[in-house]
């Protein structure tokens, strides 16, 4: 199975809203609505922060919202923070029962 | 407040079985609503699924590590394991486990991760 495509990097200004896209194809990210993001910090663990394509889990700061047309799934972060520095993966389900993830964003705050 | 941990040697030697366990504490590992995982990470890489286990008997593999690896359940120990044979250097990763809700795609929580090197 194929990674999902990510842009290795975005960047944006304080405030300012960024969004990572997420490519696949119809055998996953477009067949299925379980598309997850997930944010890594240097040294620790990922932290889900988007599942299902858009259900924000409880916690997570609504300036994280997840939406999907076709085969992209999309990551957007509005009002940017210096503490959103980090990496962020994508992944999805696939229509051979497994699960693939995206090779991963590095989300700089300039 | 579901929570997992992983134990397990740090050195592995080339051709020789990884063997890890992961600990869940606060739920059930014979738990019907949950699916439990590994994932791991090669040093400045991305993830990569190894495999999820479901109701202590359904396993789902990465095709790419299919033939190398099994993963199990310890109901007695509330705790699961992931056994990858004959590794080499590409093996070297921080390994997760992970749980996964059924019914859903996220993978929440996991464990803090264990590096594993594999090296003579």
């Known amino acids: 199975q194929s990674a999902l495509t990510q842009p290795a990097s975005v960047s944006g200004s304080p405030g300012q809203s960024i969004t990572i896209s997420c490519t696949g194809t119809?055998?996953?990210?477009?067949?299925?609505?379980?598309v997850s993001w997930y944010q890594q910090h240097p040294g620790k663990a990922p932290k889900l922060m988007i599942y299902?394509?858009?259900i924000r889990p409880s916690g997570v700061s609504n300036r994280f919202s997840g939406s999907k047309s076709g085969n992209t799934a999309s990551l957007t972060i509005s009002g940017l923070q210096a503490e959103d520095e980090a990496d962020f993966y994508c992944s999805s389900y696939t229509s051979s029962s497994t699960w693939v993830f995206g090779g991963g964003t590095k989300v700089t705050v300039l | 407040q579901l929570q997992l941990q992983e134990s397990g040697p740090g050195l592995v030697k080339p051709s020789e079985t990884l063997s890890l366990t992961c600990t869940v504490s606060?739920?059930?590992?014979?738990?019907?609503?949950?699916?439990w995982g590994w994932i791991r990470q090669p040093p400045g890489k991305g993830l990569e699924w190894i495999g999820n286990?479901?109701?202590?008997?359904?396993?789902y593999y990465n095709p790419s590590l299919k033939s190398r690896v099994t993963i199990s359940v310890d109901t007695s120990k509330n705790q699961f394991s992931l056994k990858l044979s004959s590794v080499n250097a590409a093996d070297t990763a921080v390994y997760y486990c992970?749980?996964?809700?059924?019914?859903?795609?996220?993978?929440?929580?996991w464990g803090q991760g264990t590096l594993v090197t594999v090296s003579s």
């Open positions: 299902d394509v858009s």
């Open positions: 119809s055998s996953d990210v477009g067949g299925y609505n379980y």
């Open positions: 606060g739920g059930s590992i014979s738990s019907t609503s949950y699916y």
């Open positions: 992970v749980s996964k809700f059924a019914g859903s795609g996220r993978f929440d929580p």
């Open positions: 286990i479901y109701y202590s008997e359904n396993t």
